[in-house]
T-cell receptor, first 114, second 113 residues
Framework: GNSVTQMEGPVTLSEEAFLTINCTYT??????LFWYVQYPGEGLQLLLK?????DKGSNKGFEATYRKETTSFHLEKGSVQVSDSAVYFC?????????????FGTGTKLQVIP | NAGVTQTPKFRVLKTGQSMTLLCAQD?????MYWYRQDPGMGLRLIHY???????AKGEVPDGYNVSRLKKQNFLLGLESAAPSQTSVYFC????????????FGSGTRLTVV
């Protein structure tokens, strides 16, 4: 089956530090890859996505590159802020059309301290 | 610009009571989903719908029922609540089967005592 593995948290960083959250996947087909973010007390929000190999998704200073050769989709940000404190979920869904189950990772909590 | 709205936001039930959680979306999405989120378990799919009048079971459907009588609404029912159903419930919707990403509601925190 399909699965997503994220690094264990929590991750604690000082403001302006560089962030990497690792995500690797296994899939029976050709997946689309996503990062979602969940701020305290809220639902998940789509942060970025990539649909084919070597695509780079980016949003709000976050980036992730679809690496088919290493089956990875690591999330990075050059300089984190306190407001980035949240739980980050990596996810995948298979293509093509119709309903395809979304497989979520278990989430990585990020805490940014001033 | 409401997106996905869930009601209620919080609820405490006694064991054996019933309740319905309402999810409404204003984006004309075909697909809707109910998830539960528990510590250490991530998100687990309860039921989903691929269009008005359709429903299907997800990973953890036991103890829950759903209905999608109108395209914009997706109801989750608990007929006889159990403490194991204490969780945070999220509704989501999407225009395609998931490839464009999901829009989530802000959640319902349910406690069964």
């Amino acid at each position: 089956g399909n699965s997503v593995t994220q690094m264990e948290g929590p991750v604690t960083l000082s403001e302006e530090a560089f962030l990497t959250i690792n995500c690797t996947y296994t899939a029976t087909g050709y997946p689309s890859l996503f990062w979602y973010v969940q701020y305290p007390g809220e639902g998940l929000q789509l942060l970025l996505k990539a649909t084919k190999a070597d695509d780079k998704g980016s949003n709000k200073g976050f980036e992730a590159t679809y690496r088919k050769e290493t089956t990875s989709f690591h999330l990075e940000k050059g300089s984190v802020q306190v407001s980035d404190s949240a739980v980050y979920f990596c996810a995948l869904t298979l293509q093509p059309g119709g309903y395809q189950k979304v497989t979520f990772g278990t989430g990585t909590k990020l805490q940014v301290i001033p | 610009n409401a997106g996905v709205t869930q009601t209620p936001k919080f609820r405490v039930l006694k064991t054996g009571q019933s309740m319905t959680l309402l999810c409404a979306q204003d984006m004309n999405h075909e697909y809707m989903y109910w998830y539960r989120q528990d510590p250490g378990m991530g998100l687990r799919l309860i039921h989903y719908s691929v269009g008005e009048g359709t429903t299907a079971k997800g990973e953890v459907p036991d103890g829950y029922n759903v209905s999608r009588l109108k395209k914009q609404n997706f109801l989750l029912g608990l007929e006889s609540a159990a403490p194991s159903q204490t969780s945070v419930y999220f509704c989501a919707s999407s225009s395609t089967g998931g490839r464009s990403g999901y829009t989530f509601g802000s959640g319902t925190r349910l406690t069964v005592v």
